[in-house]
């Protein structure tokens, strides 16, 4: 079983850049699709960002483009997530997901179409 790591996570000012990263441990995360989503106190979750098996294609929330990259690195076998010029409103858990199946992610893949997710990490924007 898959099983996916998130790591990266913490407290950051207004304005502040952290990078995430995902990770499977003893799995060749190539073959996947990767999508991180986010969750807030009280609201739904929401997917932010993705990226194909081959990096060649991503995709990104309106609230977060401009702002974040997503990448991923075959070599080290993970995914990352550059999120800078950081704001409140993204405070929240974020978590990696991934998916087999899409050669492109042209239109965000939901939710459903991701088999294997990881526990989160939490990033706490606040001064």
């Known amino acids: 079983q898959l099983q996916l790591v998130e790591s990266g996570g913490g407290l950051v000012q207004p304005g502040g850049s952290l990078r995430l990263s995902c990770a499977a441990p003893?799995?060749?995360?190539?073959?996947?699709?990767i999508g991180w989503f986010r969750q807030a106190p009280g609201k739904e979750r929401e997917g932010v960002s993705c990226i194909s098996s081959t990096g060649d294609s991503t995709n990104y929330a309106d609230s977060v483009k401009g702002r974040f990259t997503i990448s991923r690195d075959h070599a080290k076998n993970t995914v990352y997530l550059q999120m800078n010029r950081l704001k409140p409103e993204d405070t929240g858990v974020y978590y990696c997901?991934?998916?087999?199946?899409?050669?492109?992610?042209?239109?965000?893949?939901?939710?459903?179409?991701?088999?294997?997710w990881g526990l989160g990490t939490q990033i706490t924007v606040s001064s």
């Open positions: 997901a991934a998916g087999y199946g899409r050669s492109d992610v042209a239109t965000m893949p939901r939710a459903w179409e991701y088999e294997y």
């Open positions: 003893g799995f060749t995360l190539g073959y996947y699709f």
